[in-house]
């Protein structure tokens, strides 16, 4: 079935603007990043911020995201099915752990986070709930992929591996051994790839097939001992076990919609 191509313009547009989260953009940075004429480009950015999903700002000439967004992804949230049973439990963990636990979701290449309990002891500024990251540079991303190596994983992983950090693995083939050893160890690790100084431990939730939901702890490297690691880890396999009871299993993988999953 061909596309339309306005309306693929258009999905376009939204997810460069979100992209750039709290960046506005000017017309000729839009119409150059999406390849179009500006009248074109124009035209079909008046359309959105007339519907709300775009704003421009009072000179007129600036542009974001809009509420409409934030209201289609509210709804994404409130309906899905595994959020509200993973939610309680992450929470619980949090507490029980004091350490910042998320859950998160591989879209194409990236992971997209869908609920974060912050720890007591270091809170951010902002929310990470709807923020993506790379996938082979996360411990979620890569505990998915590691269930995708006899697949085949080039679909999540992009050609060329940008660092986000001085640790961040870059090389192909690097990534496919560490890849091979999360799936031997049975959990992945972020060590300092998206922050320095911060590791993270991450574990596919296997009540789909393959794993398109996964978690993972955040911890400052200070003070992390061996006997921490071992309490953590121990800690995220039970609540992974307890969330993958309690989910509905759905062997198709069909748990997301369009563009998410494998």
Partial sequence: MRGVKSAA???ELLELLA???NRPARLRELSEALGAPRSSVYALIRTLVEHGWVRVDESGTQYSIGI???LAGTTYLDTDPYLRIVQPLITELSAELDETIHYG?????????LATKESSKYIRPFSRVGRRLPAFS???GKALLAERLDEGIDE???SELTAI???TITDHATLLSDLDLTRRRGYAIDNEENYLGVTCFGLA????????DAISCSIPLTGLTDERRREILEAMERTRLEIERMAPVDLTGAVSPAGFGG
């Avoid at 979701?105 to 986070?113: P, S, T």
């Fill in 68 to 70: 409409r967004a934030l």
């Fill in 19 to 21: 992209s750039r989260q």
């Fill in 105 to 113: 979701r591989l879209d194409r290449g990236d992971i997209v986070y």
């Fill in 138 to 140: 996360t411990s979620m």
């Fill in 9 to 11: 313009r258009t999905v």
């Fill in 165 to 167: 950090t001085p640790r």
């Fill in 156 to 158: 999540h992983v992009p």
């Fill in 205 to 212: 939730l296997r009540y789909t097939r393959p794993a398109v």
